[in-house]
């Protein structure tokens, strides 16, 4: 469990989650601009079949299908609001469709500074997973999810009808921080 501001707290998906995580993956569209939810409309009943699934995503090998990944759970206050996957390998098709990391916050706590927070969480993830280079992209028009990287001073490498922003996590990088 990581915890960087005292009301955030980052935690891998687990069996164990039950009842509030459920109700925040009802929360979250089935599809939006940039993020599909298979979890919306699951029975309850069913949840802990589907979190296996997710967790299973983590022994994937690199195909145009996914990638290994890893899924975390944003919690503020203890409530659940978010989801947050780092895809641990990428090569070149995944950096240009969707590189190392997704996100989504869910309907009823969104524009609350928590996608941002939760973004900053994720990449000290990527840190500790031995991640160089974080890429990530949303839809050109797509203001909230460009905004988070942005105030996470990603770089923007490329528009087309995508963002696309990359940001180095060297030694550097962390000194200048510090
Ligand atoms: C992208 C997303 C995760 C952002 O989460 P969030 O918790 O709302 O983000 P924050 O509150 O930290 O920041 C959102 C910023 O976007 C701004 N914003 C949101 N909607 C906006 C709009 N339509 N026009 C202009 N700015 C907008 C907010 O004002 C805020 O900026 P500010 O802090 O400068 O005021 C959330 O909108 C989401 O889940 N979207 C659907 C899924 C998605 O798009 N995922 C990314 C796929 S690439």
Do not use: H
């Not at 706590?109 to 997973?129: H, Q």
């Not at 203001?143 to 996470?152: P, V």
């Amino acid at each position: 469990m990581i915890n960087m501001k005292n009301d955030f707290t980052l935690k891998r998906l687990s069996v164990e989650m039950g009842q509030s995580e459920y109700e925040m993956f009802q929360d979250i569209p089935a599809r939006e601009v940039g993020s599909r939810n298979l979890c919306f409309g699951v029975p309850f009943e069913n949840f802990r079949a589907y979190i296996r699934s997710q967790l299973a995503r983590e022994f994937n090998r690199i195909s145009e299908y996914d990638t290994p990944t890893i899924i975390f759970v944003g919690y503020a206050n203890n409530k659940p609001v978010g989801i947050v996957g780092i895809r641990t390998k990428i090569n070149n098709y995944w950096k240009n469709f969707g590189g190392n990391i997704f996100y989504v916050i869910r309907k009823s706590e969104r524009n609350k500074g928590y996608g941002t927070t939760m973004l900053k969480m994720a990449v000290k993830e990527c840190e500790k997973l031995g991640i160089k280079t974080v890429y990530a992209q949303c839809g050109a028009n797509n203001i909230a999810s460009y905004k988070i990287m942005e105030k996470n001073n990603f770089e923007l490498i490329k528009v087309d009808k995508s963002r696309y922003y990359k940001k180095e996590l060297t030694k550097i990088n962390k000194k200048i921080k510090e």
